[in-house]
């Protein structure tokens, strides 16, 4: 899978997103080493510490699933309603959630919807991370 045909499953996966407070939508959709794509979208709620990001919603899927060798993900986001129009990068908890399932080498791609798409690694969106692999030292 291109990492532009992965853009366009996260673009689809906003269209799912529940944001009545804020009226951000983003989507997110996930690929595992074996090819399949787990979508997700932010789900918000009143008091605002429940609310899930896109990343999480699709990572937790695949988890739920049995999943945990992953390859890449791809993140859209903006006002809902609108087109994609900005970069949506992952906050902090989803790329500690990336962290604790993916090494450095994952990759994430942000893409404005205009066709182009930029490509991190965990380890550039998350230097010197903390993970399990800490623990077992």
């Not at 959709?29 to 090819?35: I, Q, R, S, Y």
């Not at 986001?77 to 993916?102: H, I, T, Y």
């Amino acid at each position: 899978m291109t990492p532009l045909e992965l853009v366009n499953l996260a673009i689809e996966a906003r269209e799912h997103a529940y944001v009545p407070y804020s009226g951000f939508a983003v989507g997110a959709a996930l690929l595992t080493k074996d090819g399949k794509v787990y979508q997700g979208c932010n789900i918000e709620n009143s008091a605002f510490g429940p609310t899930n990001c896109a990343e999480r919603t699709a990572f937790f899927t695949a988890v739920y699933q049995g999943e945990r060798d992953f390859e890449a993900i791809a993140i859209v986001g903006g006002r809902e309603g609108q087109p994609v129009s900005d970069l949506c990068a992952p906050c902090g908890v989803c790329r500690q959630v990336m962290r604790e399932f993916c090494k450095n080498d994952f990759k994430i791609y942000l893409s404005k919807g205009d066709g182009d798409v930029l490509t991190y690694t965990l380890s550039d969106l998350l230097p010197l991370s903390f993970s399990k692999d800490d623990l077992n030292r």
